[in-house]
């Protein structure tokens, strides 16, 4: 079994910071693309950030600038850092990543996911 966990949300003001954390644990062969994903109340999840590779990361317009997606192999961590967060970044934020438990199979796995609220 593979689980993703995430960790580090919570309540901040408009402004401030915060960095979610996401662990892979489980039967992992390998680790393709880790992201993080978001879901505001009423609304559809969206993507936030994807590290593909070292080169190579993806950011939603929204939060270019403001966030970094950043990743530990040895550790099967994803984290993401969050600054100058605005009340419209208030959603679940979710971990997201491909991972393959074997040679031959690979599919993408789901955190639970971490509210994270932007209010004063």
């Known amino acids: 079994q593979v689980q993703l966990v995430e960790s580090g949300g919570g309540l901040v003001q408009p402004g401030g910071s915060l960095t979610l954390s996401c662990a892979a644990s489980?039967?992992?062969?390998?680790?393709?693309?880790m992201a993080w994903y978001r879901q505001a109340a009423g609304k559809q999840r969206e993507l936030v950030a994807m590290h593909i590779s070292e080169r190579i990361t993806n950011y939603a317009d929204s939060v270019k600038g403001r966030f970094t997606i950043s990743r530990d192999n040895a550790k099967n961590t994803v984290d993401l850092q969050m600054n100058n967060l605005k009340p419209e970044d208030t959603a679940v934020y979710y971990c997201?990543?491909?991972?393959?438990?074997?040679?031959?199979?690979?599919?993408?796995?789901w955190g639970k996911g971490t509210l994270v609220t932007v209010s004063s």
């Open positions: 997201n990543a491909h991972i393959a438990t074997t040679w031959t199979d690979g599919m993408d796995y």
């Open positions: 489980g039967n992992i062969f390998s680790i393709g693309p």
